[in-house]
């Protein structure tokens, strides 16, 4: 079993996800509960992991995430995209 991860948000990730999904947000839970698990978007930086979600009204985010000092998962980053197949793209790197 893994060993859960504090997640942390800053503000201006907030407001970036919101300017885009409104309410409907949870990355937390799955940076949560396996990051150890999610995959690494840059070489050789375990710290860094990315969720890829795919849903109904947005049909896929990617959010990327960096563990800090403390042990928190930072969010950084969110892509938002409405169009079919982006993520079968070759540059989409996956660890």
């Known amino acids: ?14 407001e970036l996800l ?11 839970e799955r940076f949560a509960t396996a990051f150890h698990e999610l995959m690494t ?3 050789d930086r375990p710290d860094y992991r990315s969720v890829l979600s795919v ?12 563990v800090e000092a403390d042990g928190a ?4 980053s969110v892509r938002i995209d409405m169009e079919a197949g982006w993520w079968r793209s070759p540059n989409l790197l996956v660890g």
């Open 1 to 14: 079993m893994n060993e859960r991860q504090p997640v942390k948000v800053d503000e201006r990730f907030l």
């Open 18 to 28: 919101d300017t885009q999904l409104g309410g409907e947000r949870d990355p937390k």
């Open 41 to 43: 978007p840059i070489a």
């Open 55 to 66: 849903g109904t009204l947005v049909p896929r985010v990617l959010v990327t995430g960096v």
């Open 73 to 76: 998962v930072n969010p950084i």
